[in-house]
């Protein structure tokens, strides 16, 4: 790794003046060689190529900007789903408004607990995976995040829980800088659907790393929004056994700076992930999703589906790579990243790549920015359906392609249903 | 019903002449038929009065009920009862076709002050229409047009119409593309429609349309202008001799 320029390494200095690294227990060892990746990296700067379109300033500035708390009626989503939920408040696992961490199938633990309970695997995943995901390209928020987050799961997922695991984030105070941290493990055939909803802090570093056996299946849904004044980095590190399944899918609405990350490594043959999202955004909104998906095992399926409706001077950003190793013979890589501008203000900035070493693969790529289908909309009009609406109904439509990717259709659902009202309040 | 008079429609885009001085009145209770050559200016016509953009009206009027058509936005428009068959009816990805008439509907009896529509009947109306013109399920599930063949997209625009319910209904070659019994289908649904109240402009090529929905009068568009008024036999006549004779007549 390059030498830092002082550049970073001072910004670096700032930024660790006001964190404390956890002392001892087991995890003391993996903080402690993520501090030193870190520092070996220095934090990201605007001139670093990974963060082209994306300006990192006030994600690694010392203290987060103010964001104020968001106040409206409105039913959070998923609210209707029957689930087991655990809430977290400004990064703080918060017992009293969770329900008990008790799932059949499934053990959960915080990670501050993993060493008074002796848990094996956890002690060799946390960092792991970010670890093995600063190669190529560096992360240093991601081992930021390992060596200073003080909060977050250790979910393991032994059978196929009844529920789905349901992280509900709250935002309560306004100068609130949160790090958590969570840890998955999905044993051979087990299933886990993981949801993710709420604001989760003025400003939010968040990272996942998800092992999944041979046979094992992660659904993860999530949703981002309710916090317009959101800062908020977030990194998703997924290691796939043989025949193993990851969906993932995000919709974002609101934030003015949010960048998720999405790191997914085959390691086993016949597995398949499939990562996507869906983002809207009004104003001062700055989005970027950046996926690395690296394929090192046999005939193995990624595809990646993003989707972006940008208006008012809205920013959308999709940094997203499929690496083919040689041995990744009969990899089919699919990787589709839209957006539809509402205006002439707006900007989606893309950088599909593909980087291929093996001969046997089917991979594709493609990126549209356009605006609203003149034709359809005035045959939409031509029937009755007002303009706003007409528009808004086929940005939903645009969406819904992305939101398609998610497998249970009652959670696909609630999620289209909040797009049509934010939709229609927004117009 | 509708009143066209001297209407002079050019492009937007570049200076040339489509319409070159229109006059059309349509009564009600009264079925109209256009025929012309192509590139004569019928479908600019129809798009003129349903309100699309990229033409630009130089002279003349368009009322409907009195009400001048060309101010209106094209949802207006449709709101005041205009409706148009299209002659290439648009695919939109990602909206159920289903979503797409309910929506129309409402939007339509919200425009009209009248109360919507509920889920219930509305998809007891639709399901009555849409059986009348053998439209299945399946193809109303489907997003608006996409993957259905050239004739199930003209069948799909007379459910439109059938649910609707528009006070003047022009239908742009809506018997193109369309097989003998779906012909039939389209025009029992047209004739089902047909009352003392109600309009219709039909642009056709073909008299075999016009065996099925029987007009009261026969126009002939040529070069951007209505050349000739007749009866039914007008029809029979091109159908015969083609346009030579008359466009010879008038020059
Ligand atoms: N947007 C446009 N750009 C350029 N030319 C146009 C445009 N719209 C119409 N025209 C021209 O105007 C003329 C009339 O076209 P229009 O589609 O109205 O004819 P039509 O009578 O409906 O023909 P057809 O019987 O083939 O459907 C044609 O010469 C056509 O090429
Ligand atoms: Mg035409």
Known sequence: ?427 | MLEIKNLHVQLEEEDKQILKGVDLTVEPGTVHAIMGPNGSGKSTLSYVLAGRDGYEVTEGTATLDGESLLDMEPEERAAAGLFLAFQYPVEIPGVGNMTFLRTAVNAQRKARGEEELSAADFLKLVRERAKALKIDADMLKRPVNVGFSGGEKKRNEILQMAMLEPKMCILDETDSGLDVDAMKLVSDGVNALRDAGRGFLVITHYQRLLDHIKPDVVHIMAKGRIIKTGGPELALEVETNGYADILNEVA
């Open chain 1, 1 to 427: 790794m390059a030498v830092p320029e002082r550049k970073a390494q001072e910004a670096l200095e700032a930024r660790l003046a006001g964190l404390v690294l956890p002392e001892g227990g087991c995890l003391d060892k993996p903080r402690k060689e993520a501090l030193a990746r870190l520092t070996e990296m220095g934090l990201p700067q605007r001139r670093d190529e990974y963060w082209r379109f994306t300006r990192p300033d006030t994600l690694i500035q010392p203290e987060p900007l103010p964001a104020r708390v968001f106040d409206n009626d409105e039913v959070p989503v998923f609210s209707s789903i029957d689930r087991l939920k655990i809430v977290f408040v400004d990064g703080v696992f918060d017992p009293e408004a969770s329900d008990d961490l008790e799932l059949e199938g499934v053990r959960i633990d915080r990670i501050a607990d993993i060493c008074d309970k002796d848990i094996h695997w956890a002690k060799d995943l946390y960092g792991v995976l970010e670890e093995r995901g600063q190669h190529p390209v560096a992360r240093p928020l991601a081992a930021l995040n390992t060596a200073f987050a003080r909060d977050g799961l250790a979910i393991h997922v032994t059978r196929t829980p009844s529920k789905p695991i349901s992280l509900v984030y709250v935002h309560a105070s306004e100068t609130s800088d949160a790090i958590l941290h969570h840890i998955i493990r999905v044993e051979p055939e087990a299933e886990l659907t993981l949801l993710e909803n709420g604001p989760a802090a003025a400003r939010f570093n968040k990272c996942i790393e998800v092992d999944i056996a041979d046979g094992g299946k992660l659904h993860h849904v999530r949703a981002q929004g309710r916090d317009h004044e959101r800062r908020a980095v977030t990194h998703m590190f997924s290691r796939l056994g043989a025949r193993s399944v990851y969906k993932s899918f995000t919709l974002t609405v609101n934030g003015v700076m949010t960048r998720n990350e999405q790191i997914v490594e085959f390691t086993g043959d016949d597995a398949l992930a499939h990562v996507a999202g869906a983002c809207l955004g009004d104003g001062d909104f700055h989005h970027d999703d950046t996926v690395f998906v690296t394929h090192d095992a046999l005939n193995c399926e990624s595809r990646q589906v993003f989707k972006k409706v940008l208006k008012n001077g809205a920013v959308g950003v999709f940094q997203g790579k499929i690496l083919v190793n040689q041995k990744a013979q009969k990899t089919d890589g699919y990787q589709i990243s839209q957006s539809l501008l509402l205006d002439g203000d707006s900007q989606f900035l893309a950088k599909p790549e593909l980087e291929i070493y093996a001969d046997d693969v089917a991979c594709s790529h493609g990126s549209t920015s356009g605006a609203i289908d003149e034709e359809s909309l005035f045959y939409l009009r031509s029937r009755g359906v007002p303009e706003k609406d007409a528009t808004n109904l086929l940005t939903l439509a645009f969406l819904a392609e992305a939101v398609d990717e998610i497998e249970d259709p009652k959670l696909a659902e609630d999620l289209l249903e909040r797009l049509e009202a934010w939709l229609a309040r927004r117009s």
